[in-house]
């Protein structure tokens, strides 16, 4: 007898993955996986972009439409990214007046040099602080024909740094006592104006004063009095001259003027005039009061001048002419 096996009912089997579904499984976790890389990176790249004491900038060099700005932009201008961002004027109002021509052509050689490194100008804070940047620019190297030229920058602030410079030029040009120009930083300057006289046919006025019988103040009232009768005079000078003249002590009692432009007439004027300001100037010492006096000697350019020695010579000769007259007025040489 034959037996036959049990029908026994039909079991599904598993089927294996199909190769299509798997690889899109793959390249969704993959997907998912340098989204997740990118967003990190654009995290580290925002934190860094905050952190960077410059601002980073790029614009559109034909519309100067600006692109990007970076964060540091609202911390150093303190002006409103988003007003830049939707007019490039904003930049323009920012900057110094003074400093204008200089950013917009200096920022235009660009397009000649490729890059223009270290512009240093002011601008003018929303609250009205003036700050210092060093601003540095390239045409971004990835240029496509027919597509916009995008230039780039940083801008850093620099107003500590620039600060301290012109604090140290101005300790090293200035005398200390008078804050007027030194001797060395006048000369310089005096040699400069006597070119220029030379180069392009002007007149030009030197004037040396020595303050009258100085060491005897000195003796009756004291060093510190005496000090004091060096700043007055010094203030008298910077009142009485014209922009764009020369003052500086250029010895212990003694003063030097320069006078670009200025006729002979017109730099005796000044003169007497100077020596009556300072003749008004009333010091008092416990309860005495005193006036100085000064002795100047006036030498404008002539033809044969050479050089500004010859001047001081003539001015140094008519001073003590001065002196050796009575003192108390102004000789020319």
Known sequence: MVHEKPCLPDVPTAEPPRPAAAATLLALMHAQGEVERLSEREQLLSSLLVSVNAVLWAIDWETRRVLYVSPAYERIFGRSAGLLLADHRE???SVHPEDLDYAEHSLARVLEQGAVEDREYRIITADGQIRWLCDKCYINQQVVPGEPL??????????????????LHRLATTDVLTQSSNRRH??????????NACV?????????????????????????EGDQVLRRIAESGRGVLRRGDLFGRIGGEEFAAVLPGCAPEM?????????KEIQALLFSYEGREFNVTVSQGLASLREDDSTLDSLFARADAAMYEAKRLGKNRVIAG
Do not use: P, S
């Open 91 to 93: 930049w323009r109002n």
């Open 200 to 224: 392009q046919g002007t007149a030009l006025a030197f004037l040396l004063l020595d303050i009258d019988d100085f060491k005897d103040i000195n003796d009756t009232y004291g060093h510190l």
């Open 186 to 195: 006048f000369f310089e300057c005096a040699n400069q104006a006597f070119d």
């Open 150 to 167: 995008i230039v780039v920058g940083m801008a850093e602030d620099i107003t500590e740094k620039k600060l301290l410079e012109l604090e």
């Open 267 to 275: 730099a005796l004027q000044v003169a007497e005039r100077l020596g």
